[in-house]
């Protein structure tokens, strides 16, 4: 860790503090406005399309650039396993599985 | 604590405690990441329960770890944290919990718990499967992590063992459902797609956040 202590204690209670503001607003903001169907609509799909970004952007990249094939290969693997209903911690250990046996392959 | 057990079935539980498990490993593969890229014990441990929302403290730790200011990573981290805020607004209310129940209640709002809450059929099926799933990722998440933390600190090679493939594959399998439906998945493609063409010139977290934008193409 190359950046001062205080600093770093200085940003996790930010990202610490803010989430909670966060996590509670929207509880408030209910409480005080009606919220019409679409626009609750229209929030979910926001957050699945934030999921889903988060989703390409960790599988694919590494800073700002490729990963290298043998996470988004991982992860490929989970996805079809997951659409085909295979249980939750199928899914997310046969992605550590393929990633990691393609690494001992010697694909990066 | 007890009406949970009650109001919950069998199968709903035994989903909950799977996800719970899921989270523990990722936890221990983001300890284990971070001791690795050079943080103290502590950050991933303070982080872990304080925050409680694991993309963004990945995102933390990686901007960090790359030289990147660890305000600017804060503030990243709270961009990918902001879909909390229609988390909050799609709970029915009293999910959370009333009076002082509710800022624990709050805290333990996340992708998992929220999830699992909207897909029960009433208010207290609801809430109980929004606390046992949010009090479960409150101990196995920072409990993971501190573990991970300690394993970290004797193996080194991480990726080795592909844990860095756990995480999107675990946000994959949270949102396989929404994305059954065709113009979701259209939405959802072109938002990854947003996201994935940005990253090369935008600072870490902020692609993911210009992925917004196709909310548009939903109806």
């Not at chain 2, 300690?150 to 994305?179: E, N, Q, R, W």
């Amino acid at each position: 860790m190359k950046e001062p202590t205080t600093l770093v204690v200085a940003g996790l209670a930010i990202l610490a503090g803010g989430t909670y503001a966060l996590r509670l607003s929207g509880q408030l903001l209910r409480a005080r406005i009606t919220f019409p169907p679409r626009a609750a609509k229209l929030l979910e799909a926001a957050a699945v399309i934030l999921l889903a970004a988060l989703v390409a952007t960790t599988a694919l990249t590494e800073g700002h650039g490729f990963s290298g094939f043998a996470r988004p290969a991982g992860v490929l693997v989970a996805g079809v396993l997951a659409w085909r209903k295979a249980p939750f911690l199928v899914v997310v250990l046969a992605a550590a599985a393929v990633t990691a046996l393609l690494r001992v392959l010697g694909v990066s | 604590m007890r009406s949970i057990w009650r109001t919950l079935d069998r199968r709903g539980l035994a989903d909950i405690g799977l996800t719970c498990l899921a989270v523990f490993f990722i936890g221990l593969s983001y300890g284990a990441i971070a001791v690795a890229s050079g943080f103290p014990l502590w950050v991933p441990a303070v982080l872990s329960v304080l925050v409680l929302a694991g993309a963004s403290e990945f995102l933390f730790v990686g901007i960090v770890a790359a030289g990147g200011s660890p305000i600017a990573a804060a503030l990243a981290g709270l961009l990918v944290n902001s879909r909390h805020l229609p988390y909050g607004l799609a709970l029915p209310p009293g999910v959370t919990g009333r009076r002082w129940g509710r800022l624990l209640g709050t805290h333990v709002m996340n992708d998992e718990s929220v999830v699992f809450a909207l897909a029960q059929p009433d208010p207290p099926a609801k809430r109980a499967a929004y606390w046992a799933c949010g009090l479960g990722v409150l101990a196995c998440w920072p409990g993971g992590a501190m573990l991970g933390a300690l394993i970290g600190s004797v193996v080194h090679d991480t990726s080795a063992f592909g844990l860095d493939a756990m995480f999107p594959a675990v946000i994959l399998a949270l949102i396989v459902k929404d994305l059954r439906d065709a113009r979701m998945r259209r939405a959802a493609l072109a938002g990854a797609a947003i996201a994935l063409a940005a990253t090369p010139f935008l600072p870490a977290g902020l692609p993911v956040l210009l992925a917004l934008t196709a909310v548009v193409l939903t109806p």
